[in-house]
């Protein structure tokens, strides 16, 4: 079935992939990199050597101004760097570094032959984790190295703890889509975002007809199997990366279409009205007939956006969608929000899919 195109035409970001997207712990054997930056070309060569010697990947920088450009564009997890350099000395580069949002953290080396406990205290300060004396051996050199190599990897296994942890926490566990606490943390963001553009936001709420008879004829595990292959034919009917699916609950799902008005909705509901019920679901317990019922708001104007809340949309929503169940399932029911009759028990009149 040929899909049906709609483009994004908001300058504002989407939603982070780190809310959405799978992250894996960070692997123990990825490289490290370390940057070198030092005005003495000896220096430079005699680090470069040494340092990849041990495995490690080395960049090299002769000032601190093209130290801060190699890391605009190169992902270091060290900076062994010069005190006394022309342009900016090694405490200045402490600083700017400190002062970057980054994605990981810096372990800076400060390269010195200064020892008195007050120019150790004034690199610390600046931003530097340890110091080295020029002219110390190889083997302390690769050892206060070596540190930094630990202390980053543990950062970046801490990052991508955090970041698996909080995909996990905003994930349904069964069908991998997005979870209610996803839905009510960001479905505002988008109808903020929609406001601030005056670009229309659509959602399809969605209910698997007669799901506890399903359950109860052919087991809770085709159960769980007819809910993973519905959510994926909801995926292959809307736009990846852009709109967004979240298990609201048991059998119900809602479809948020951002930059969509009440036609685009509509078109995406029936497309996907016709994926279920157009061929069984295989399950463990052999091939199951699933229709879906759907409900469709959108908020197109100025007016609309202003005046209505998540809470408001959400509940026009379901107000269509129990017209769709009342008038015999497995069918769309669609309409603009109406900003001024929206009780909490109020149907709203249907743009009826009598189909």
Same mark, same amino acid.
């Given at each position: 079935?040929?899909?049906?195109?709609?483009?994004?035409?908001?300058?504002?970001?989407?939603?982070?992939?780190?809310?959405?997207?799978?992250?894996?712990?960070?692997?123990?054997?990825?490289?490290?990199?370390?940057?070198?930056?030092?005005?003495?070309?000896?220096?430079?060569?005699?680090?470069?050597?040494?340092?990849?010697?041990?495995?490690?990947?080395?960049? &090299?920088?002769?000032?601190?101004?093209?130290?801060?450009?190699?890391?605009?564009?190169?992902?270091?997890?060290?900076?062994?760097?010069? @005190?006394?350099?022309?342009?900016?000395?090694?405490?200045?580069?402490?600083?700017?570094?400190?002062?970057?949002?980054?994605?990981?953290?810096?372990?800076?080396?400060?390269?010195?032959?200064?020892?008195?406990?007050?120019?150790?205290?004034?690199?610390?300060?600046?931003?530097?984790?340890?110091?080295?004396?020029?002219?110390?051996?190889?083997?302390?050199?690769?050892?206060?190295?070596?540190?930094?190599?630990?202390?980053?990897?543990?950062?970046?296994?801490?990052?991508?703890?955090?970041?698996?942890?909080?995909?996990?926490?905003?994930?349904?566990?069964?069908?991998?889509?997005?979870?209610?606490? #996803?839905?009510?943390?960001?479905?505002?963001?988008?109808?903020?975002?929609?406001?601030?553009? &005056?670009?229309?936001?659509?959602?399809?709420?969605?209910?698997?007809?007669? #799901?506890?008879?399903?359950?109860?004829?052919?087991?809770?595990?085709?159960?769980?199997?007819?809910?993973?292959?519905?959510?994926?034919?909801?995926?292959?009917?809307?736009?990846?990366?852009?709109? @967004?699916?979240?298990?609201?609950?048991?059998?119900? #799902?809602?479809?948020?279409?951002?930059?969509?008005?009440?036609?685009?909705?509509?078109?995406?509901?029936?497309?996907?009205?016709?994926?279920?019920?157009?061929?069984?679901?295989?399950?463990?317990?052999?091939?199951?007939?699933?229709?879906?019922?759907?409900?469709?708001?959108?908020?197109?104007?100025?007016?609309?956006?202003?005046?209505?809340?998540?809470?408001?949309?959400?509940?026009?929503?379901?107000?269509?969608?129990?017209?769709?169940?009342?008038?015999?399932?497995?069918?769309?029911?669609?309409?603009?929000?109406?900003?001024?009759?929206?009780?909490?028990?109020?149907?709203?009149?249907?743009?009826?899919? &009598?189909?």
């Amino acid at each position: 079935m040929r899909s049906e195109r709609r483009t994004l035409t908001s300058p504002s970001p989407r939603i982070d992939v780190d809310d959405a997207g799978i992250v894996l712990l960070a692997d123990p054997v990825l490289p490290c990199h370390v940057l070198v930056v030092d005005d003495d070309e000896l220096v430079i060569k005699r680090m470069n050597h040494l340092l990849k010697s041990r495995g490690y990947v080395v960049h &090299t920088a002769l000032s601190g101004e093209e130290a801060l450009r190699v890391l605009d564009t190169t992902v270091c997890q060290i900076v062994l760097t010069d @005190w006394r350099m022309p342009d900016m000395d090694g405490l200045a580069l402490c600083r700017n570094l400190r002062e970057r949002t980054s994605d990981g953290y810096f372990y800076i080396l400060m390269l010195t032959v200064r020892n008195q406990t007050s120019d150790i205290l004034a690199g610390l300060a600046a931003g530097a984790d340890d110091y080295l004396v020029k002219g110390a051996n190889s083997a302390e050199i690769l050892a206060r190295v070596e540190v930094g190599r630990r202390t980053t990897q543990l950062d970046r296994s801490l990052r991508a703890s955090n970041r698996e942890n909080r995909r996990m926490s905003v994930t349904d566990a069964l069908t991998g889509v997005h979870n209610r606490r #996803f839905l009510m943390e960001y479905l505002p963001r988008e109808l903020e975002r929609s406001r601030r553009y &005056t670009h229309p936001l659509a959602i399809v709420s969605c209910d698997i007809d007669h #799901f506890k008879k399903i359950n109860d004829g052919f087991g809770h595990e085709a159960g769980d199997e007819i809910l993973q292959e519905f959510t994926s034919r909801a995926g292959d009917c809307i736009r990846r990366g852009i709109d @967004w699916i979240s298990r609201s609950g048991g059998e119900e #799902f809602v479809i948020v279409l951002p930059e969509t008005d009440l036609k685009g909705a509509s078109c995406v509901a029936k497309r996907l009205r016709h994926a279920v019920d157009a061929r069984p679901i295989s399950t463990s317990s052999g091939p199951v007939d699933v229709t879906v019922s759907m409900g469709v708001t959108a908020v197109e104007t100025a007016q609309q956006l202003s005046a209505m809340s998540v809470a408001q949309l959400l509940r026009a929503a379901d107000c269509h969608l129990y017209t769709s169940k009342h008038l015999g399932r497995n069918r769309v029911t669609a309409s603009l929000v109406d900003c001024g009759n929206l009780l909490p028990d109020a149907i709203p009149s249907p743009l009826r899919d &009598t189909h």
